[in-house]
Every structure is written in structure tokens, then in C-alpha cells.
């Protein structure tokens, strides 16, 4: 079976992908800096799969441990590349740290991969390149709108750099995926989402406010012009978008491609209020969760949710897991976790 190289492979999504890579039977190697993970995430994935992928402790910015990497494993068939830095305000205060983590690193793996006979690469994109879309549901043609913020400005650039060097590199064949809200864990609570500090994103958000670690969730805003008030996202389940991993990748593996680049949405179609999701919790755990209506986040976009006829055509990917799913297992993850 193929080798595959998965960067940031002990983060929240790729580990959820190299379980899913291991269960379709490839061989990975997992490359990762150790800056927002941990190496226990490996024993998880040995837990669910019955084995223990490779891994090297590698810092994508270093160029010369990338190439020695790329001589060494020069079998790699694909790449996914997830190992990036993701938090919004961050990257505000810290442009040249997220321009250098997200980008310089990725045209560094480009010049190795330009040099392999073939080579099959996905990249983590976001439904933050769309800013606030004109139009609901999201499609892939919807215009990228001018960044927020320099973290999103790297998802943009980012696919630019690889839309420019997949038209001059026939060997290389890229799809591009735009992720909504990713939440949730695997269901045998062996891996899932680990924040360090404050959390940013409203799931773990959540359940750290149930287990007792945050006193209380503050939701931002209630006054935008949507039913209940509250600001509207997809979240996919991160096993759904795990698995849409699998399928990108294994459409370039098989030639099955249209364009040596393409971008693809990964939502589930369907958009939930920030008190939905909160309902939705409080449902699944039965538990009471203590939140309060506070100012608005700047930099919120209203609603965003994917139309997702693209990927189910020509992918044949859909979502299984819903809402309520995902609201359980990261309820169940963080339990064991926190010993709850
Ligand atoms: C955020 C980023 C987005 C990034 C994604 C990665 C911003 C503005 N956007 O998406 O660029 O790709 O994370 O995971 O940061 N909420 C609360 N209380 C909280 C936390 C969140 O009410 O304590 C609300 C937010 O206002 C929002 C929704 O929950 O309406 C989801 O927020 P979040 O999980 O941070 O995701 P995004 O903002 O959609």
C-alpha cells in the first residue's frame, strides 16, 4: 500500500485522518513539531487501529530536515498537509510567525514534492477564505473575499501558491479542501480536541465549561439578524471530515481528478445557531450548561454554512454524522479526559 506523509499528523484533525488512512490500509509517517500536540496522541491511534504509525519529531521551518526527511522517504505517493498554526487572534498580534508557520513551510514541502516522479498533496483550507459569503449555502465558486485576519490570509495564499505550482509541475496533482466548523472526537474517545489554554472555538468551549474548567460560556451576541439571534456555522463531525481525507486523496492517487488543482468544501450542508449547538449539548449530556448572552466578537462573520453538492458529485462523500453526534463524542472525550 502507498505511503503516505501526514504533517501535523498528532493534531485534532489529522490524527481522526491517519486512523482513517490505517484502516484503508496505508503505510503513514507522521511528521510533527510537537508545538500544539502531544506524542500520546500516537498511543490513541495504536489503540484504535492496532497500530503504531511512524513518526519524526520534524519542524517544517527547518528546510534542511524537510529535505533530509524527502531523501529518505522519497517513496512518499502523498502528502497531507495539515501542520499549520490556527489560532485567529494570534495571528493578529503575530503576522510573521503565522506567514512564515503556514507558508514558508508550505513552499518548502512544494519544492520537495516538484521533485518526486508523482506526488499527491491536500491541503487544509477554510470556509474563512469566503469571509461573509453574498450567498447561502457556500459553493466553491462563491468569491474569496479580502482576509480577516493574517491567519486567514495564509489559507488564501496558500491555495494560490498551490494553484500556481500545480499548473507549472505536471507531476504534481493538488485538491484543496475548505473546512466549516470541525468539532467533535472519534467515538472510542481515544483521540479528540486539545486545546492548549482558553479555548477559542465554541465546542471545547462547551464541554470545558460542563467538566468544570471554565466557569461559564459567554455567547457572542444575540442581536444578528438570524432566527434566535445567534450567529450560524456547519459543524461537520471531524470523523465525516476525516474521512473526506481519505476519498480527496485517494481521487489523485487513482487519476480520478478533473484538474491537477481543485478546491472542494467540507460541511454538512446544514447551519446551526450558536444556541442550537448549546441545546444540542445540553440534550446529548444531560447536563446543564452555564452560559450568558455577552457582547459580539469582532471579526464574526454572521452565518456560513457549505453547499455541499460538489463534494457529494464528484468525491461521492457525504456526511453520516450529525450535530447531536458530535456534541456526544466530544462530551465522552472530554470526560476522559478531565476524569469527569
Ligand atoms: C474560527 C475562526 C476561523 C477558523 C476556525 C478554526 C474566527 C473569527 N474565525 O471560526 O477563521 O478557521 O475558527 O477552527 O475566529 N462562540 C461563542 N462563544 C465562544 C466561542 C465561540 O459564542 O466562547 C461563537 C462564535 O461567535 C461563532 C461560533 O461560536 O459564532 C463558532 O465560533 P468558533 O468555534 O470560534 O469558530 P469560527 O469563528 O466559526
Redesign the pocket.
Known amino acids: 500500500m502507498d505511503k503516505i506523509l501526514v504533517t501535523g499528523g498528532l493534531g485534532f484533525i489529522g490524527s481522526h485522518t491517519v486512523v482513517e488512512l490505517q484502516e484503508a490500509g496505508y503505510e503513514v509517517v507522521i511528521i510533527d513539531d510537537l508545538s500544539n500536540s502531544s506524542e500520546n496522541v500516537l498511543d490513541g491511534i495504536n489503540a484504535i487501529t492496532g497500530k503504531m504509525p511512524a513518526f519524526e519529531k520534524i519542524d517544517l521551518k527547518e528546510k534542511a530536515d524537510v529535505e533530509a526527511f524527502f531523501k529518505k522517504h522519497s517513496d512518499v505517493k502523498g502528502v497531507i498537509h495539515f501542520a499549520a498554526s490556527?489560532a485567529?487572534?494570534e495571528s493578529v498580534n503575530e503576522p510573521l510567525m503565522y506567514y512564515e508557520n503556514n507558508i514558508g513551510t508550505l513552499v518548502y514541502l512544494l519544492k520537495e514534492l516538484k521533485k518526486l516522479s508523482e506526488a499527491s498533496f491536500i491541503f487544509s483550507s477554510?470556509?474563512?477564505v469566503y469571509g461573509q459569503a453574498d450567498e447561502l449555502p457556500i459553493t466553491e465558486n462563491a468569491p474569496v473575499k479580502e482576509a480577516?485576519?493574517p491567519?486567514?490570509n495564509t489559507k488564501q495564499i496558500g491555495e494560490e501558491i498551490i494553484r500556481d505550482t500545480c499548473k507549472v509541475v505536471p507531476t504534481l496533482k493538488a485538491i484543496a479542501l475548505r473546512?466549516f466548523?470541525?468539532v467533535g472526537s472519534h467515538e472510542s474517545a481515544e483521540i479528540g480536541e486539545l486545546p492548549i489554554g482558553v479555548p477559542?472555538?465554541?465546542?471545547p468551549?462547551i464541554t470545558q465549561t460542563a467538566a468544570g474548567i471554565r466557569e461559564q460560556?459567554?455567547?457572542?451576541?444575540d442581536d444578528y439578524p438570524t432566527p434566535d439571534g445567534?450567529?450560524i456555522?456547519d459543524y461537520i463531525h471531524v470523523v465525516d471530515l476525516a474521512k473526506a481525507h481519505l476519498v480527496a486523496l485517494e481521487r489523485l492517487l487513482q487519476n480520478k481528478n478533473a484538474a491537477n488543482y481543485e478546491t472542494f468544501n467540507l460541511g454538512t450542508g446544514k447551519g446551526s445557531s450558536?444556541l442550537e449547538?448549546v441545546q444540542s449539548f445540553e440534550r446529548v449530556s444531560n447536563e446543564k450548561l452555564n452560559y450568558k448572552i455577552v457582547d459580539r466578537?469582532e471579526?464574526?462573520v454572521i452565518s456560513?454554512y457549505a453547499d455541499t453538492a460538489k463534494a457529494k458529485e464528484q468525491l461521492g462523500w457525504e456526511t453520516k454524522l450529525d450535530l447531536d453526534d458530535a456534541m456526544r463524542s466530544a462530551w465522552k472525550w472530554e470526560q476522559k479526559v478531565r476524569g469527569v
Open positions: 490556527k485567529v487572534g477554510s470556509c474563512t480577516e485576519s491567519y486567514g473546512y466548523n470541525p477559542q472555538n465554541l465546542v468551549f460560556l459567554s455567547v457572542f451576541g445567534t450567529c456555522r450558536v449547538v466578537r471579526g464574526d456560513a
